[in-house]
């Protein structure tokens, strides 16, 4: 019912939610492997990877702010299709991934993908020292009551916007609006131990051009971002 819950939820999002609501993921597994795929949430791991999806290349973000693009080879196991570098990460590490998906129903489809390695910050200020570049960003924030989420677009925030939160196992465990700081509040029960990954996306109507010779009249931007529960590091 929940994996229900979540489809009809992204298709209420915007018409150009893409056939079973895929998207890109990326983390950093316990070897320290950083893996690329495309699938319904963090869980879904063995879905094939579109094209487009497949070409796309993966940061490493510095405590400085450079950029380094991780070499990641294609796999294609049982339990795993995707890319993955060959050589471990730093756990703590800030990736980045931004790919043009295609066109879809009419609007074009631009993907962003993070994961947030380490202990999340204690306040945004600390958060936004150490960010990603992307027009469509989360700066996660380790509250007291248990996560917090600032979306913003190109620098602004994003007001109204649905925000999805998956356990490790791909439920989705809560639902919220942005407030009018493009804030929303998850609770300590609703980010589980493990791995979480949060879902928004962003829809502008008049965001109008061309790709490949094909006419697009929006653009529609979908950010994943995966991150550890803050808790996991007191124990």
Known sequence: MKLLK??????LMAVATPAYAHFP???IN???NVQYFFG?????RTYKLPGSIAKSEVELVTAKGTKEKLELNAVEKDDFVGR??????DKASLLQSKVTFGIYHGSRLDYYTVHHGGKLPASREDAQK???DLELKADLVDAEHGVDAYITWKGQPLTDADVLLFCEEGHQ???KKTDSKGKVSFTDKEVEDGLNGIMVGHTVKDENGSLNDKKYESASHYLTVTFKDPQDFEK
Do not use: F, M, Q, R
């Open 25 to 27: 993921w990326v983390i």
């Open 130 to 132: 150490h960010s990603t």
């Open 84 to 89: 993955t570098t060959s050589k471990p990460v």
């Open 40 to 44: 319904e949430n963090p869980a879904d």
């Open 30 to 32: 316990e070897e320290g």
């Open 6 to 11: 979540t489809l009809v939820t992204l298709c």
């Open 173 to 175: 465990e809560a639902s």
